[in-house]
């Protein structure tokens, strides 16, 4: 599984757009982008663009997970 970050611009019910950036886990960028587009119809709001889809693999032992600053 891995973490997902979906950036778009929606339209709203006034037909005014929307930034919107959805998180959340999914197996592919594909999928992340189906559930961006249902929670937004479930919004109310109309998908008119997907600008970005950013993936992280998620470390199963976070003492894996290193840190830099």
């Known amino acids: ?8 611009t929606c339209l709203d019910r006034a037909v005014y757009p929307v930034p919107v950036t959805w998180r959340g886990y999914a197996s592919s960028s594909d999928v992340a982008i189906r559930k961006m587009e249902s929670e937004a119809k479930s919004n109310g ?13 998620v470390a199963r032992d976070k003492s894996l997970v290193e840190i830099k600053a």
């Open 1 to 8: 599984m891995r973490e997902f970050r979906v950036f778009s």
């Open 45 to 57: 709001w109309s998908v008119a663009l997907i600008v970005f889809v950013q993936q992280r693999r």
